[in-house]
T-cell receptor
Framework: AQSVTQLDSHVSVSEGTPVLLRCNYSSSYSPSLFWYVQHPNKGLQLLLKYTSAATLVKGINGFEAEFKKSETSFHLTKPSAHMSDAAEYFCVVSDHGGSQGNLIFGKGTKLSVKP | DADVTQTPRNRITKTGKRIMLECSQTKGHDRMYWYRQDPGLGLRLIYYSFDVKDINKGEISDGYSVSRQAQAKFSLSLESAIPNQTALYFC??????????????????FGPGTRLTVL
């Protein structure tokens, strides 16, 4: 069965410093992996997705993530945080097992950005 | 116009009341989903539907029911609401298909959410 673990429930950075949000996954198949972002009082927006093409995936707003099969990780990074990046981020794996296409969400990481 | 809409956006109700949350989509997707979000728990799948005649229970279906009235409409009902069903509810759609099929794959497209409070 698929699962996903977000290693930090809350990350705080200063504006202009790098962002690292950590995610580990478990999958018996070749997974699809996603990062979604939820700004306060908003819905979910796709940041980026990995679907077995390039292991380094670039997303919107300067975010990127690297798929590392040997480490079963899919960490999200951004070189320089902006105040508008403050939000909750969800790492998500696709269940290719009995329910093809269903998503399994991590518990989320809240990113705070200090001026 | 938004591709996935949810009504109402906010609802306060009392224990024991019947509540229906509605979801409509203009994306033409066959698959639709209902999730609930609780602080610190991420999103959990309640029900999903691969087409009008195919409805499946998700991880936390107890206390909920659904109706797929048409390809574009998927409703979630709470027959007798209880306080621990207070949560943010999201509808989502996808046009899942195998690789290289021209679909969006596993990506799901989310509505804006419905905040439900059960007193």
């Amino acid at each position: 069965a698929q699962s996903v673990t977000q290693l930090d429930s809350h990350v705080s950075v200063s504006e202009g410093t790098p962002v690292l949000l950590r995610c580990n996954y478990s999958s018996s198949y070749s997974p699809s992996l996603f990062w979604y972002v939820q700004h306060p009082n908003k819905g979910l927006q796709l940041l980026l997705k990995y679907t077995s093409a390039a292991t380094l995936v670039k997303g919107i707003n300067g975010f990127e993530a690297e798929f590392k099969k040997s480490e079963t990780s899919f960490h999200l990074t951004k070189p320089s945080a902006h105040m508008s990046d403050a939000a909750e981020y969800f790492c998500v794996v696709s269940d290719h097992g009995g329910s093809q296409g269903n998503l399994i969400f991590g518990k989320g990481t809240k990113l705070s950005v200090k001026p | 116009d938004a591709d996935v809409t949810q009504t109402p956006r906010n609802r306060i109700t009392k224990t024991g009341k019947r509540i229906m949350l509605e979801c409509s989509q203009t994306k033409g997707h066959d698959r639709m989903y209902w999730y609930r979000q609780d602080p610190g728990l991420g999103l959990r799948l309640i029900y999903y539907s691969f087409d009008v005649k195919d409805i499946n229970k998700g991880e936390i279906s107890d206390g909920y029911s659904v109706s797929r009235q048409a390809q574009a409409k998927f409703s979630l009902s709470l027959e007798s609401a209880i306080p621990n069903q207070t949560a943010l509810y999201f509808c989502a759609t996808s046009d899942w298909g195998p690789p290289n099929s021209g679909t969006s794959g596993d990506e799901q497209f989310f509505g804006p959410g419905t905040r439900l409070t059960v007193l």
